[in-house]
């Protein structure tokens, strides 16, 4: 038996066989953990062993939607990967936005599982119900945009095309997949575009028609007419600039990163790379992801020099802080030119940047020379050498081959004192958020589930800002001390679990959303009957689902850490503190219901309904 909301079915893709199976999407197993990244997690968990290899024909590649995807709502035409990352050889997920989702959703499937792999390049197609392997040998090679191209041209123009670049070809474990071309939406983060690669999957275009069932879309729809004018109220900024409008505003808090993350303040840099000044110079349209009205894309034009008409998707505000002042670069028609460069060979721009943070420090510090980067002069800076050191890592070439690991083992192969500046949090590049700047932050992104991500908790913004009003915890109004910031953690890391297991936007909950309106659009979707317990329960056996995960892996509180630098550097500008995360990591196990090395135990796992995932002695029963 299916609930509404969902089409019932998921695909199975076995490329080694060549085989495709269909199977039922259980009621239960939605109500318990939704869809997107909840449902991921468990297909994960269930079809994994701590002997899972990244590259390994055993490692699957999950696809999922929620029951909101596709539907009336506004926000939830978005979708979910979920695989073992071959970064940071844990739980890996990226989510997806763009038109792609709700494709796969009206092609019949509500996720797809793809294991083992193929000898010969493939693409996969799923068309109304039906599945199908084809050959990809003209595409392999080419980058995101052109390969996208090429499949619009054999496969219709209103294909939907998810693809890797050649960085995801070589194995690259910052590697990406991007969706929608020119207007390119990317599953950033963990090094998913590797593990299609390794399957020599090059793409996965859906295309369907048939419309999603909703159980009250009446409901939906008034949803949506009461959150339209708040969402024109409150993300006009957002609308008119992007991601990047509140670029230098960060800069001013000590938020953005400068310097590799040891500069304290550059106000002139962050004022000549911010959204606003992007917006005013260089903006030529907007675009937006299916059934939204916020339209937070950039049509991007750059002006003059080597890069004078290049015109394509803007960067957002991570890139424009990761390629520009964490690079003390401040020219703004290089980072354009850095981010198409990412689309196109399928990059982490997060990732890629945080490298070559390090990589500049690394050859400022005399660990790495010319002989190492291949003639590269990898200064701060310098925006030529920023463009080479990109090609070089979506070409594998030279230092860009090891730069392509992922800042963690590029710092153990250079050796030295190299690991005391690599910003990373279990192997991932930390996200241009600091967590010397709000400390919902520093305990947010240790005790993620993909390693440094702010998006997990996503609370920096609901600090000493914006309020959520029926969230259930109280405002933050001072971003410097640990008082509530671990309850506020674990109650956002719970709704952000839903959320990308709906799947909504995240963005809209400064358009307005509240948790209030996202259960009743669940309820309006399945027919089912939610209230808030069931709601928040079910965020917190996602994320118990995903540590349960990494802890079968060893993950524990050893690794629930911050960067060294982050941890005992005081950068100044605008912040001068340290977070004090072992007295908020002490809270914020006793709220989760964990022991004092992060495992949950058989108490949390019993309340949860995830008895039979506890794993031997790691789970005390108290």
């Not at 690259?172 to 207007?183: E, K, L, N, P, Q």
């Not at 290089?334 to 490298?355: H, M, P, Q």
């Not at 540590?547 to 960067?563: A, C, E, F, M, Q």
Request: net charge negative; charged share 25%; glycine share 14%.
């Amino acid at each position: 038996m299916k609930a509404q909301g969902y089409i019932g079915k998921i695909g199975r893709i076995d490329l080694s066989g060549r085989t495709v199976e269909e199977q039922e999407l259980e009621e239960h197993t939605a109500r318990m953990f939704v869809g997107g990244s909840g449902l991921g997690a468990k297909f994960l968990f269930d079809e994994t062993d701590e002997h899972t290899e990244p590259f390994g024909e055993d490692n699957p590649l999950i696809f999922a939607t929620g029951p909101l995807t596709g539907s009336v709502l506004l926000n939830s035409n978005r979708f979910e990967a979920v695989t073992k990352s071959p970064l940071t050889g844990i739980f890996a997920e990226s989510s997806g936005g763009g038109y792609w989702g709700a494709t796969l959703k009206r092609a019949g499937y509500d996720a797809l599982i793809i294991r083992g792999k193929t000898d010969e390049p493939v693409y996969i197609v799923v068309q109304d119900g039906n599945i199908t392997i084809r050959e990809a040998r003209e595409l392999w090679g080419k980058d995101c945009f052109a390969a996208t191209e090429m499949l619009k041209q054999r496969e219709g123009k209103d294909a939907k095309v998810a693809v890797i670049g050649p960085a995801g070809e070589k194995l690259s474990r910052i590697a990406c997949i991007v969706t929608d071309g020119y207007h390119g939406r990317a599953l950033g983060r963990c090094g998913i575009g590797s593990v299609m690669g390794s399957k020599r999957i090059k793409a996965i275009v859906v295309k369907g028609t048939r419309p999603v069932e909703v159980a009250e879309r009446a409901i939906l729809q008034n949803i949506n007419k009461q959150m339209v004018p708040l969402i024109k109220a409150n993300m006009k900024g957002m609308t008119d600039a992007g991601t990047g409008s509140g670029l230098e505003f960060s800069e001013e808090l000590g938020n953005l990163p400068i310097r590799n993350w040891y500069q304290g303040s550059w106000k002139a840099g962050a004022v000549k790379t911010t959204g606003m000044t992007l917006a005013k110079t260089r903006l030529t349209g907007n675009y937006h992801c299916g059934n939204c009205i916020i339209s937070c894309g950039r049509v991007i034009s750059a002006q003059g020099g080597p890069y004078d008409g290049i015109e394509m998707a803007g960067p957002e505000y991570e890139t424009l802080g990761l390629f520009g002042t964490n690079l003390l670069n401040d020219d703004l028609d290089a980072i354009i030119k850095a981010n198409e460069l990412c689309n196109r060979y399928g990059l982490d721009t997060i990732s890629t940047g945080g490298v070559l943070g390090f990589a500049m420090e690394a050859y400022e510090r005399g660990l790495i020379d010319e002989k190492d980067t291949g003639g590269i002069a990898a200064e701060w800076g310098n925006s030529e050498s920023i463009i080479r050191l990109i090609e070089s890592i979506g070409e594998r070439k030279h230092i860009g081959w090891l730069l392509g690991e992922g800042v963690r083992r590029t710092a153990q192969k250079i050796g030295g004192n190299a690991t005391e500046f690599a910003a990373e949090i279990k192997g991932l590049e930390l996200p241009a958020h600091d967590g010397r700047a709000k400390f919902t932050a520093a305990i947010g992104m240790a005790t993620s589930n993909r390693g440094a991500c702010h998006l997990s908790g996503f609370t920096h913004d609901f600090e000493e800002g914006a309020v959520i009003d029926d969230l259930g915890t109280p405002a933050l109004t001072n971003r410097f001390t640990s008082a509530g910031k671990a309850e506020n953690v674990v109650q956002m890391q719970n709704l952000m679990g839903m959320m990308d297991s709906l799947v909504l936007c995240k963005f809209a909950l400064f358009g307005g959303l509240t948790v209030n309106p996202m259960i009743d659009a669940l309820n309006a979707a399945t027919g089912w009957d939610v209230d808030r317990e069931e709601f928040f329960t079910s965020g917190e056996r996602i994320f118990n689902l995903k540590r349960l995960y990494n802890t079968r892996l060893g993950i524990s509180r050893k690794d629930d850490v911050l960067p060294l630098r982050m941890a005992r550097h005081r950068r100044g500008g605008g912040t001068h503190e340290l977070a004090p995360l072992f007295e908020m990591l002490d809270e914020y196990y006793q709220l989760r219901g964990w022991d004092e090395f992060g495992f949950p135990t058989k108490k949390t796992l019993v309340k949860l309904s995830l008895s039979d995932y506890a794993l031997g002695g790691n789970h005390r029963d108290s």
